[in-house]
């Protein structure tokens, strides 16, 4: 494989994964998506369908402990949600977290980068 062909399928990874940074956007799933679409490289497609997972998954439990959260508040007149409110904080830095890592792992490697703890369905 050429360099400049490595470093266009790098480059490709990185978007994919650095999208997931904006993941409450819903436009930054599309990102992923086109590239899954489009792309020809295995390596892209692999960490365009991890990215998509990724996405899925940071939806799903941003859901699930927000949902948590507002009834926990509502029954407690908001004194439970302001005790809680650093652990919201805990989550979003573990998602940038582990982003990060993605990105990283996709400029320094040509292998397709695995989030861990999460359910794949792609």
Not at 33 to 62: G, P
Not at 83 to 109: K, Q
Request: proline share 3%; with cysteine; glycine share 8%.
């Amino acid at each position: 494989m050429s360099s400049i062909t490595s470093s266009k399928n790098r480059l490709l990874s990185v978007v994919c994964h650095g999208c997931t940074l904006f993941g409450i956007s819903m436009i930054s799933i599309a990102v992923p998506i086109v590239a899954l679409l489009m792309a020809d490289d295995d390596i892209v497609r692999k960490n365009a369908k991890e990215s998509i997972n990724f996405h899925l998954n940071i939806w799903f439990w941003a859901a699930v402990i927000g949902g948590i959260y507002g009834v926990l508040s509502f029954l407690t007149f908001g004194l439970l949600g302001l005790i809680l409110w650093p652990l919201l904080g805990l989550g979003f830095l573990w998602h940038a977290f582990w982003s990060v890592m993605a990105v990283i792992h996709s400029l320094s490697s040509d292998e397709p980068y695995r989030y861990p703890f999460i359910l794949r369905l792609l």
